[in-house]
């Protein structure tokens, strides 16, 4: 049991070496066992959900062994509630990728279900890892397969999108890089202290850092993570590499690699750096704030629909980055809930608009219209997605906004403006999304060539089911899964409260 | 060296260094800016001697048997490279020697 | 006296072994008159007895031989092992290389000069006294010149080969003139000797401050530095491509061992003592490492940023490898063990790394003839392995991980870190994502565009793939495992003269 992360972690990779031994033209094959290897990773993760406490606060399922001596790096893997989560959402995701691009990836399918299995290792070890050098390794090696996915299954402007893709995200983490390193040695200048990278021992330093110098290494992690959850004005890249990527890419991309955002920031920013946390709380809540009405704005007057479900991630993630920052613990539980809310609703958007894609070869809204006719199936599940992603009470995402609404309202850190304005974001994301719902699917049908169009297959009804079951669950009785992550939350925020430097200085006189 | 002190003698090599790096950077005629680089050489060789008798330390003077040596092979290679290139090129004019740019 | 001889002579094995092979493949190219690769083979053999002795001098303590003329420690021993391994390599690729055994061309002399090539860098990473700094910075740059203009019918090899002589003469010439400076300051011409003279006597700093300046041009052109890299491209670009990649790790290695040796032993202030972990100070006022960090920002920003504009593959390298000595000149500027021995560590995984780009370049030289980026479209599913293996390459080359160029750079920022040189640390990482640009241009013609003529898979036999797999296995593991390495680098910084 104690090694149960690290198969986790690396089966989907042992999956890619066999692969890479196969022959090319066995497509077939080559399909069907890049499936069952992500199926068995998802077995595997279910196992862990089950044998996960979710009244231990702490790490589970740890597992260290020493690296590299010199610096004092080891391997270090485990979970708490939170990654649980997320580890949960990677692997649920990539089978039902996988399996949505069982007919849309017809060239290099071999390199692509290769490309697919090593992302997911890639995002599991960044979800798992628990040594901030090892973080690093998983967070920068997970750009390779994601570039080669948009760049070569992507659509007519790939290219551009792959490497604006790499280059933003490179950016940034080499500047967590450096406050990595730089933590490494403040480390070993405390009493007894030497390098180190891990994140646990580094939980009890960091926070006494000074705050000028945290202030630094606040912004270093945060710039990092911002890029990549996108907070508003570093975004840019989102659209670009969400409308280019393949839908199964897409579907990664705002499923979990933007997750890795935010888990970034309540993995590490958060609870490494408490006070320069409080004293930019309000900065960032506001970054957050514009990017959900901005988003939720730019969507409006989308006509592709992908780019709309695109710039709609800017706005949900927005949301997400504000319960973070919010210090509550209704705050921080909604934002771990959105996470996966997003993934799943954003996700399923992300198929639907593949699914008429391939029938139709275009994502424009004006180009559709009335396929509630032609398509009822489709035009149901779309519907419920919708409603799922504009937070339609009974379904998942009113959990995870009125949490953070909450939270935020109550938020000591941030005034009442922040969740009054972003509230409306709410209502904005009703109006883009029915509206594009209303044009796409209902009326008149106007253009003929829609008329012969093919309701959802046996395949694209297993890809979709699986996700609106989840959809339902987390609207109807969110307990589930908010109990595992409950005691974590907790634990962050009497983390927060216990380190920033004023109670430390406090306690020392106490004691 | 009634008269001339070390300071003179520093001073004519470094005029002379000077109009060979001058030389290298403003000639166009492969050969001269080699006769130019001898120049450079040839006034440190000037520096270390008076530097040599300067000191009363033999060690430079040393020096300059090997700098006038190296020097002489240098010569060799450098030109050469020059009678190669005049045969692919018919020219020593080192402005029209440019397949290669930034 | 004389048992100083016998003892220097004892420890110059390794020197007396290459320079027995080279008279003997020299004396060979006259008495062979056919067309053979005997002399490659010879070559060889010769590498591996210098390999045995120079193992032998690594459990022989520090040294210095011939009166202070060449020191022999664990410092010089590790670059002659980093030279030793690339001129094994080089012999291999050269074998293979069908520029160079294209025609009737006979390569006895070729071989012959690779051998005094690397006498001459053996040489400088012990130098420790000006003189042996100059003559052997001369041996090794005649022998380039020649080898730069070895294919001289073709046009850019020998204009290749003009310009690296005018611009290495210049150097030299100016690196002499601040040998004559140093020389009339502190009358002395060994590196120990000058350090006593600075500690004790009173020196004209601004005088010493041009001396040193006209030091580094030396150093500079040995490690392509800006502003003395002019003649890097066009000789990386129209000498062949074995030369190239030669030149581009080897030299360089041998020029940051001789730069590194000189710098720190000349200019340790003894009189300030251990500071902490391994850094020490340089006198009073003389700030050279401030110089460094200047030429060390331009030379990696400069090689990056025209990087990008660059469409032969053999060009953007050399670019590459001007910013790559910009990353290595970091090491040196923190002025503490640490930074050293984050350059070694540097230069090891740079070995794997550039040669292998190197190699890809030239197998794909060889069945295209064109070292075009162009002639990259499609490579990837055109042939699989030479795509696979350039991506790993390229990938380290940026320094993401897990590769072994991760590593490299990883230790560098460290050292820098610790070292509180922020800013530049903040410059190199920007630079990287820069290179990321470039490097990944490569990576886009070969997989994410398809080529526009009909392009057959490039046939590759045993021996590539031998050598590739040579090249590409240390990228990948060094990128994971690098524990032992890092102690060796961290145990080879001991130079002679220092405790």
Redesign the interface.
Known sequence: MTDILTYLIFLPMAGSVLLFFLKKERVATLKVLGFVFSLLTFGLSFIIYFAFDPSNAGFQFARRILWVPSLNISYYVGIDGISLMLVLLTTFLTPLALLSSWKSIEKRVKEYTIMMLLLETGMLGVFCALDMFLFYIFWEAMLIPMYFIIGMWGGENRIYAAIKFFLYTMVGSLLMLVAIIWLGYYASTQPNGRFTTDLLQLYSIAPAVPLTIQTWMFLAFTFSFAIKVPLFPFHTWLPDAHVEAPTAGSVILAGVLLKMGTYGLLRFSVPLFPDATIMFAPYIALLAVIGIIYGALVSMVQTDIKKLVAYSSVSHLGFVVLGIFALTEEGIQGSIIQMINHGLSTGALFLIVGMIYERRHTRMISEFGGLANVMPLFATFFMIVSLSSLGLPGLNGFIGEFLILVGAFKSTYLSQWFAIFSSTGVILAAVYLLWMYQRVVFGKMTNPINQNLSDLSKREIAVLAPVLLFIVWIGVYPGTFLQKSHNTTKHIISVVKQYTQSNLTHSDTTR | MTGIALHHYLALSAILFTIGVVGVLTRRNAIIVFMCVELMLNSVNLSLVAFSAYLGNPTGQILVFFVMTVAAAEAAVGLAIIIALFRNKQTVNIDEINIMKW | MLEQIVHSVKLLQPETALAVTFCVLLVLDLVVRRKSNLAAWLALLGLVVTAFFVLQQASSGQNSIFFNMLAVDSFSVFFKFVILASSFLIILFSLQSDELNSGTRRLGEYYSLIIALTLGMFLMTGASN??MM??SI?LT??SS??LA?YT??A??S??????Y??YG??S???M??G???L??LT?A?DIYGINRALTEGDINLMALMIASILMVAGFGYKISAVPFHFWT??VY??APITITAFLSVASKAAGFAMMMRFFKVSFLDPTVGNLAMGAWASFQGFEWNQLLAAISVLTMTLGNL?AI?QNNLK?LLAYSSIAHAGYMLMGVVVLSNEGLAAVLIYFVVYLFMNLGAFYTVMIVANKTGSEDIEAYKGLG?RTPLIGVAMTIFL?SLTG???TAG?VGK?YL??AL??GKW?WL??IG??N??VS??YY?RI??NM???TPERSAEPIQFSFAHVTILLVLLIPTILLGVY??PL??YA?ASLVMFGIQ
Do not use: C, H, T
Not at chain 3, 158 to 163: C, D, F, G, V
């Open positions: 000006l003189l100059y003559l001369e740059s005649i010149y020649i203009g001289k019918e046009e850019d020998s204009e290749a080969s003009l310009k002589v005018i003469a210049v030299s010439g100016m002499l003139y040998i004559s400076m020389y009339g009358g011409v491209p066009d670009e129209g025209v504009w060009r599913y990938l993401i991980p897990p991760f990883l920022f460290a870190i610790n922020f640390v903040v990482a920007l990287s994502v990321l640009y990944v990576l886009r997989f994410l565009k690098f524990g890092v102690e961290q």
